[in-house]
């Protein structure tokens, strides 16, 4: 499940940048050097939820000490298709794991349907990006973080199932 929270963070990160770079949030473009760029990294994350997360991970890439808002975006769909992908694997060898219960099985085919479609919307988002089409890119990275949380919603509504049975002993 930890997978999971990391490429939802990630979404949140992207969606975030991406709303802070092209909706008029007001970051200034400090790119004259290296503290200007770190600047910009610090300024840009401050507008997310996950400013830790945003940091570390737009900092990994070394593409980011030169980056405007831009690259930035670019290097934070690279980083969340990343995870989704290896989420997406994660997924597969679960699923083969589960035996005969169908609950569980149905739940991680969703799953990977689910990561499938939101990694290939983060793919689109990232041509979005090159061509300057970002209310598409919004809609895109906006679709991705829907399909990971329908995924999520699954676990939530197994668990739910399970704990029913045991509600009507404490009722």
């Known amino acids: 499940m930890a997978s999971f929270k990391i490429f939802q963070s990630l979404l949140a990160l992207i969606f975030m940048i991406i709303s802070a770079a092209f909706l008029g949030t007001s970051i200034r473009l400090q790119i004259a050097g290296k503290d200007g760029v770190r600047d910009l990294i610090s300024a840009t994350c401050n507008h997310t939820l996950y400013f830790e997360v945003c940091v570390s991970a737009l900092r990994s890439d070394p593409r980011s000490q030169t980056s405007d808002l831009v690259g930035l975006a670019n290097i934070a769909l690279n980083i969340s298709i990343a995870h989704g992908s290896e989420t997406l694997a994660y997924l597969k060898v679960l ?77």
């Open 95 to 171: 699923k083969s794991n589960v035996g005969n219960d169908t609950q569980l099985s149905g739940i991680f085919s969703e799953c990977t349907e689910e990561y499938i479609e939101g990694t290939e919307n983060l793919e689109e988002a990232i041509h979005a990006l090159r061509i300057r089409s970002f209310d598409d890119m919004n809609t895109l990275v906006s679709t991705a973080m829907t399909d990971s949380d329908t995924c999520e919603q699954g676990f939530k509504e197994m668990d739910r199932d399970l704990i029913k049975p045991w509600e009507k002993l404490y009722t």
